[in-house]
């Protein structure tokens, strides 16, 4: 097996050094692809100064899925794995591929995340929607055969957010199997001046919304589906205005960004499963655009 790991990277110099490393240490033998944004923090010349990356892809967009897109048109491997800029790899995570893409057409495995309190560790998580067995996994550690990306037509680029996820739901669709491998483990350090990452209800939503509908169509279940993840998130947010955690106005926009969220989804959604009635359900992919590097950096 060849394997090619493409890492994508925006304003992230210092963390991506340490994932570099560890891919340096334990996947030697791998290509690999570092696909970065329109950094401003000195990551160009970071990866230039090294002698283990393969190929270096600066992009104008700062949405991940060009980058993963960029990262496939460019990998030359018959496994593709994608590793966020944040995350180092194991000992065990190169021969945890091999053996998961042997066993089925998708690999993910556990994210260790060590925080003050101790360590977090992801675990597999599916769902069965409309009669398909839908298996989700982290975007910055899976791989796949080749094969299956092409198939795919790689990932959506409409999507600012929940990329991954719609190809779970794509993967389903097609039947392809999602195996686990515990020992496919990557890890990432708490960082004390880190803050949090505040969600964009807009993007959220607009992104559950298009998957949903692009994938399964306008179905009962597909609404309820929907109605049940914000008003769920509804209530939540209520209960912290009761509790003076939030306020009253900021709760009313919140629910703004999610009913545009949604009625913006579900029009994009509907257009996207018009335009692309392929297995793939994938109008914005990898075939759709050639335009994506602005420079390249192959020195393989």
């Not at 994932?19 to 690999?32: C, F, G, N, T």
């Not at 995350?87 to 945890?96: D, G």
Request: hydrophobic content about 40%; proline content about 4%; aromatic content about 6%.
């Amino acid at each position: 097996m060849e394997l090619s790991v493409v890492v994508p990277t925006l304003n992230g110099r210092d963390h991506l050094a340490a994932s570099l490393d560890s891919l340096a240490a334990h996947a030697p033998d791998a290509e690999i692809v570092v696909v970065n944004g329109p950094s401003a923090d000195g990551t160009t010349g970071m990866v230039r100064d090294r002698d283990d990356v393969d190929v270096l892809i600066e992009v104008s967009d700062r949405t991940l899925n060009v980058s993963r897109n960029a990262g496939i048109r460019a990998a030359s491997g018959d496994a593709i794995a994608f590793l966020r800029h944040n995350l180092s790899v194991e000992e065990t995570w190169p021969a945890a591929i091999e053996a998961g893409l042997e066993r089925a057409p998708v690999a993910t495995g556990p994210v260790h995340e060590t925080l003050p309190a101790g360590m977090t560790t992801t675990a597999p998580e599916t769902r069965e929607i409309r009669g398909r067995h839908v298996t989700y996994f982290n975007g910055g550690n899976v791989a796949f055969r080749a094969d299956v990306l092409d198939r795919l037509d790689g990932f959506d680029e409409y999507l600012e957010t929940g990329g991954a996820r719609d190809v779970a739901h794509r993967l389903a669709g097609l039947e392809t199997a999602v195996g686990w491998e515990a020992d496919m483990c990557v890890r990432t350090e708490y960082e004390a001046d880190g803050g949090v990452d505040e969600r964009n209800q807009e993007w959220k939503y607009r992104a559950l919304t298009y998957r949903l509908i692009k994938n399964y169509g306008l179905r009962p279940t597909i609404f309820r589906r929907i109605a049940a993840h914000a008003g769920g998130d509804a209530v939540a947010a209520a209960r912290e205005v009761v509790a003076g955690e939030a306020t009253p106005t900021g709760w009313v926009g919140t629910g703004r960004d999610v009913i545009v969220g949604i009625a913006t989804g579900w029009s994009d959604g509907l257009v996207a499963r018009a335009r692309d009635r392929t297995e793939a359900r994938n109008p914005h992919g990898c075939s759709r655009r050639a335009d994506r590097a602005v420079a390249t950096y192959d020195w393989r």
